[in-house]
């Protein structure tokens, strides 16, 4: 049985690996994006299928090994190329201060539905006695409260201290009543969690230790794309396993639901049971904690991503001071800042993250930010990608006092914001929003109509049009414009009257952006319409 994660919905390999005994029942601890499901197979020398013939005996794939009498070739050392990082050295320097984790315990389970079988069938008490879910005497016990089942799990870590403090991922420990930390030296410990934060999916463990190794923290500033880097972690239980590639790219948001962290891409291969291990540079310093994959297989395709170090330590200071991790908050939807936003806006490029809502007595509502302000910078540091402005708030501290440049009505002006704190959510991407389209109309083809005052009440507006039909075909519909939105404003200025949409829309010469509300959510649209 494998521990349930976040992102994980990979369960197919875990259980094909634990048939051909790699895994046990252990499983392996990684959170995945999985494009596509599908079934994994081990597969042999030949290319063929290990999971055995007609006799159910597993095959095992051929290994050349040297006989015990042969004389062995004197080994040589071959030093790195010039310019190649020493990834032997880097192992055997950096490798005794990562751990392996193990994790066990039980969660919950809502009951199944029980068939609905006649007590008199014959079959009844087939199924009674043979453990079908929701049945009386089953698994989940059958009396409709549920259940708990039982969760085992593999990771990685790291000590950062040498009286016992490890770093990990939080979904690596997560629902786990007992964690086990085994040292490269076979020594195992019982950690306990000083505390996780599962926004970062960091977390802080402690054994009770003297004297243990520890790795070196780096820094993510002076890290550029195309640099090796170095990972060691315990994928599907190889435990101080070694893998190396290059950074990727650096900064990558991977959507609403993890804004906080800009996450290290690289090339190297990661896969279940690396989560939590270290990142390592080419100077032997940690950079990042390894965290997760985008896989369409459900095995490693090239696709890794690491938590910044700067984000874990954090964590692991708030943590060790105070047992539980603030994040600072702005209280702003943004959206991506697109061509069609960039022209609708009169920007000179592309970048920025576009303030789609503003939450009520919020900080940016207290500070004057409202909807449709670009904010192009935030401390000083610029922002390219709606994506840096939640990262850039969640190194801030509640509290804080900052400076925020936005783009407002074709001008730039600077305002200072008080930053609040987030008891869930800092900083949100707003979902959707649309993408450029092919678009030569040079009509939105919107129906509109004035809001109703119920209407107005209802959503809490004083601004908008009713949207009551969208053209087929028209620069509106290709833009992703439904019917039953509502209108609220045309390249930040809020309408009330079809005279204010035509206006603003005859002044415009590529695109306009349209605020629409949809449901609870608002959200800009770009709309090309010359």
């Known amino acids: 049985m494998t521990q349930v994660e976040k992102m994980i919905p990979v369960k197919k390999l875990v259980w094909a690996l634990a048939a051909a005994g790699v895994l046990g029942v252990t499983g392996g601890a990684l959170a995945m994006r999985t494009a596509k499901l599908t079934p994994v197979a081990q597969t042999s020398a030949d290319g063929g299928s290990m999971s055995g013939g007609s006799s159910g005996d597993t095959q095992v794939a051929a290994a050349t090994t040297p006989l015990a009498n042969a ?5 040589a050392f071959t030093p790195p190329p010039a310019g190649m990082p020493d990834f032997a050295q880097i192992a055997a320097a950096q490798g005794p201060a990562v751990v392996n984790i193990s994790v066990s315990g039980t969660v919950k389970t809502r009951a199944a ?28 016990g059958g009396g409709g409260d549920g259940g708990s089942r039982e ?6 870590g790291f000590i950062v201290s040498a009286d016992g403090v490890i770093l990990t991922n939080a979904h690596v420990v997560q629902d786990a009543q007992e964690v086990v930390v085994k040292l490269t030296d076979r020594r195992e410990y019982r950690a306990k969690v000083l505390g996780s934060d599962k926004s970062t999916d960091v977390a802080v463990l402690k054994i009770e230790a003297k004297n243990l190794p520890t790795v070196r923290l780096g820094a993510t500033k002076d890290l550029r794309v195309g640099e090796w880097v170095l990972a060691i972690g315990s994928p599907f239980g190889f435990e101080n396993s070694v893998s190396a590639g290059v950074i990727s790219a650096k900064g990558r948001s991977l959507g609403p639901d993890e804004s906080r962290v800009p996450f290290l891409q690289t090339d190297v291969a990661i896969n279940p049971g690396n989560s939590g291990g270290p990142l390592f540079n080419a100077r032997g310093e940690v950079v990042g904690i390894n965290s997760q994959i985008y896989s369409a297989s459900g095995g490693y ?8 170090v700067e984000v874990a330590t954090k964590v ?5 001071k105070g047992g ?19 022209d609708s806006f009169k920007l000179d490029r592309p970048e920025g993250a576009l303030v789609a809502n503003v939450e009520d007595d919020g900080p940016a509502a207290k500070a004057g930010l409202r909807s449709g302000d670009v904010i192009l910078g935030y401390k000083g540091q610029r922002i390219v990608s709606s994506g840096d402005l939640p ?4 190194q801030s501290l509640p509290g804080d006092k900052v400076d925020i440049d936005v783009w407002r009505n074709g001008k730039r002006e600077t305002i200072t914001a008080t930053l609040g704190d987030a008891n869930e959510k800092g900083a949100k991407l707003a979902k959707g929003g649309g993408g450029d389209v092919d678009a030569d109309h040079a009509k939105l083809g919107l129906a509109l109509r004035p809001l109703q005052p119920e209407e107005r009440r209802q959503l809490g507006t004083r601004d908008g049009l009713l949207i009551q039909e969208v053209g087929e075909g028209s620069a509106a519909a290709r833009a992703g414009v439904r019917p039953g939105d509502v209108l609220l404003a045309v390249n930040g200025t809020p309408v009330q009257s079809l005279d204010q949409v035509r206006s603003a829309v005859k002044g415009a010469e590529k695109s306009v952006a349209l605020l629409v509300q949809r449901g609870g959510d608002k959200i800009f649209v770009p709309v090309r319409i010359g």
């Open 71 to 75: 004389a062995a070739p004197a080994a």
């Open 316 to 320: 692991r200071q708030q943590i060790e």
């Open 324 to 342: 539980k991790v603030q994040h600072a908050k702005l209280g702003v939807m943004v959206q991506e800042v697109n061509q069609g936003f960039a």
């Open 113 to 140: 539905r029980a068939p609905q079988i006649d007590p008199d069938d014959p079959f009844y008490e087939f199924f009674r006695r043979f453990g079908v879910p929701g049945m009386p005497g089953g698994p989940n």
């Open 301 to 308: 395709q090239g696709l890794s991503f690491a938590i910044p």
């Open 151 to 156: 969760i085992r799990g593999q990771g990685s």
């Open 391 to 394: 990262a850039l708030v969640d």
